[in-house]
């Protein structure tokens, strides 16, 4: 589960880590508390909001709701905000990067830090990245933040914020493990003017598989459905409803000398939304090509199914070729629909997974 901004930085603050302050605002409440010059940022699960145009900082009173207006009617990649995060400006004078996350091959919770943060980190070199395994050495039973905040700060050339680096560290990981998370990246982390190091922005992903142990009341729900992540570097993403044939579908998939990414079972009675989130997911993986649908109708109704697809090649920026086989029942309304939106059905698994071979997916 994805959280937005906000709420990431809620966690962040209850961990003791610093954020900038802020309001959180929605369309039926757009008064404004935090004093001039502040920055607006629309409250969607999706990267690039910058330079997407979902950030803007106001400087004077009349800029204010054109701004407001324009924010929460301004899609980004298929997202519409329900809220914006109005924060106060910040006086910068560097930016970094430090991320935590799940390593499954090692099993370990891994920290990467680059001394250049912010819109271009993507322009980074991987051999500029320090990375750390956040483990307990054998002796002490502990994890020593101390020496790990001394290699950031030599890291950062910032000799003199080594202590501040050491909390940082210590604290980020208490946020990351008391709240089963995933991934907690922050881009940037701010040293500001006065001297301060801030969290800037931030992302976290959670286990949805934990939502159990916890009272989570975010904007987007835990998929309600068994999804397994099976190699991050896989090919072919897989939606069906059913145990028996989500494995049956992942094991046709790597028969074919195809690589599985997932393990996808939408269980019974999904809807367009829930299907709608779970195509967000799989189109979140780096090197999937093609995601193979294989549906048998039943309580999930295959014209349910249909208008998520629909909704999915409307809204998902770069979504994947999509491979269909539908079943079941209402697969006549399903039909009908895919039709009219020009979107091929295939008669049988066996096709799809030809189909994804040959790559021709014929959208």
């Known amino acids: 589960m994805k959280l937005l901004e906000y709420e990431a930085k809620a966690l962040l603050s209850l961990s003791k880590i610093p954020v900038p302050a802020s309001q959180i605002i929605d369309s039926s409440s757009t008064i404004i508390t935090v004093p001039l010059p502040f920055v607006l940022k629309s409250q969607v699960p999706i990267g690039g909001r910058g330079k997407a145009g979902g950030i803007m900082i106001i400087n004077t009173p009349p800029e204010a709701q054109p701004a407001l207006d324009k924010l929460f009617h301004f899609p980004i990649k298929g997202f519409t905000p329900k809220t914006l995060l109005v924060e106060e400006a910040i006086h910068i004078d560097r930016e970094f990067y430090i991320s935590l996350f799940v390593d499954r091959s090692s099993q370990s919770i891994q920290l990467m830090a680059h001394k250049n943060g912010g819109i271009e980190v993507e322009e980074n070199t991987e051999a500029g990245y320090l990375r750390i395994t956040l483990a307990e050495s054998a002796e002490t039973r502990a994890i020593n933040f101390d020496a790990i905040g ?58 949805d598989a934990a939502a159990f142990r916890h009272e989570w009341k975010f904007e987007e729900e835990p998929i309600e459905s068994n999804f397994v992540t099976l190699d991050p570097d896989g090919t072919v993403a897989t939606i069906a409803n059913g145990a028996g044939l989500a494995m049956a579908t992942v094991d046709a998939v790597n028969d074919h000398g195809l690589k599985a990414a997932n393990f996808l079972d939408i269980g019974g009675g999904a809807n367009t939304q829930t299907l709608l989130l779970a195509f967000r997911r799989l189109a979140q993986y780096p090197k999937v090509e093609a995601i193979v649908i294989n549906i048998f109708a039943g309580i999930t109704k295959s014209d349910e199914v249909a208008k998520a697809i629909i909704a999915a090649k409307e809204q998902i920026e770069a979504l994947p070729p999509l491979f269909i086989r539908i079943a079941g029942t209402n697969y006549e309304e399903a039909a009908t629909l895919l039709s009219v939106a020009n979107i091929p059905l295939l008669s049988s698994l066996e096709d799809a997974l030809v189909a994804v071979k040959r790559g021709s997916h014929h959208e």
Not at 168 to 192: G, M, S, W
Not at 193 to 198: K, N, R
């Open 150 to 207: 001394q290699q950031l700060a030599n890291h950062f050339d910032l000799q003199s914020h080594a202590f501040s680096l050491q909390d940082l560290v210590q604290n980020l990981y208490t946020c990351f493990v008391t709240n089963d998370a995933l991934l907690l990246e922050i881009n940037p982390i701010i040293l500001t003017v006065e001297g301060l190091l801030i969290a800037g922005d931030c992302k976290m992903t959670l286990d």
